[in-house]
């Protein structure tokens, strides 16, 4: 098996997952609110960056997952927006 270099659309694929799996682990190590809007921005722009890679690279299932994953981010900021005082 060979692996080619990353491309730009690589990079900015696994900048989105290295930025959701960081704010997942903030959550489980407690240091950012579940109801906050950091947290759901978080997930929210991660998806996008995948997807944005997935736009070089299709993958339907990735595809999916991502599209739910933005929508319930984009719920949660909609939820923390209304929360705000």
Known sequence: MTFDAPTL???IGLL???LILLTYGAL?????DP?????SA???LG???????????FNLASFVIE?????ISSLG?????????
């Open 67 to 71: 599209i739910a994953w933005l929508a």
């Open 77 to 85: 900021l909609w939820k923390a927006w209304r929360r705000s005082p």
């Open 47 to 57: 998806a996008v960056l995948i997807l944005i890679s997935l736009y070089y690279s």
């Open 42 to 44: 978080g997930n929210g």
């Open 28 to 32: 489980t190590l407690e240091r950012i």
């Open 9 to 11: 659309p690589d990079l």
């Open 16 to 18: 989105g997952v290295g």
């Open 35 to 39: 109801k906050g809007w950091r947290y």
